[in-house]
């Protein structure tokens, strides 16, 4: 008896990112896999895959944007499916990882919902998780399996090379983004700023910049985050650099959450440009003068490559995808 040893590989995608998805296989030359996904009238999701995996090393291409609960359960049910149906090895590729931002608990009484979607993944039958900037590096020690973290910032950095001139600051519009404002800072070999914020514990997405650390009047400023959800952070921000005497501030974040009112935000901010990746869709309906989207999709490739040959993912980015 001889036994083929030989792995294959095949990537399917959920409903929440299909032109990611496509533009990941195309970067990797291989065809979406075809899976049938619908939604009973009571909202219960059906799955099934059209060709067969077993023994395949699969990925599961999701993204968890709105509806964020429908997206991780999607991923879940598509999971579940594949382990039932013998594939070899399944990774979850989530290019946003939802209910990232509730990875401790604050305040008494609070869950810690982003430990809940990594059991749910793990449950599922997922054995590795591939993300990208995720809002907090300890996400990694919710999963007993690997996770490899990407980082969007080469493709940020290389914006800001080829499109403003000047003497540049980078600014982390928090305390809490410190460590990849310095990175950026290094690619782009210029000085670091530093914002204080002060958010409020009893209304979400309510925030208020107070105050900044650094060097910023006459300078064009480069504020780094790794989401934009409702634009309040990043247009308080702003408007406090242009108070300090800022030439002109632009505005990068891995992803474009853009919960409203983030447009009408952003529109009326004193930032020239923002700049985000396509991790989370970006509808055509949303998209504004000042708005550029990036697409992240040779980032999971490569990923995604190095991965299925068994080679190194922080070589990739030169040791810098650690969050």
Sequence with gaps: MEINSKRTLQIFAGRSNPELAQEIATQLKQPLGTVEIATFANGEIYCRFEESVRGADVYVIQTHSSPVNEAIMEQCIMIDALKRASAGRITAVCPYYGYSRQDKKARSREPIAARLVADMLSAAGAGRVISVDLH??????????????????????????????????????????????????????????????????????????????????????????????????????????????????????????????????????????????????VSPERRFDKLTVLSAAPVVAKAIRAVFEDTSVSEIFAGNNQP
Aim: aromatic residues 4%; negative net charge; charged residues 25%.
């Design 136 to 281: 907090t590096g300890q996400i990694q020690g919710f999963f007993d399996f690997p996770f490899d973290h990407l980082t969007a910032l080469p493709l940020l950095a290389d914006w800001v090379r080829n499109e403003v001139r000047g003497d540049v600051v980078v600014v982390s519009p928090d305390a809490g983004r410190v460590k990849v404002t310095e990175r950026m800072a290094s690619m782009l070999q210029s000085d670091v700023a530093i914002l204080y914020k002060r958010r409020s514990t009893d209304v979400r997405n309510q925030s208020e910049t107070l105050a900044v650390v650094g060097d910023v009047e006459g300078r064009h400023c480069i504020l780094v985050d790794d989401m934009i959800d409702t634009a309040g952070t990043i247009c308080g921000a702003a408007t406090l650099l242009k108070d300090h005497g800022a030439v002109e501030v632009d505005a990068l974040a891995t992803h474009g959450i853009f919960s409203d009112p983030a447009i009408d935000r952003l529109k009326n901010a004193p930032i020239e440009r923002i700049v985000v990746t396509n991790t989370v869709p």
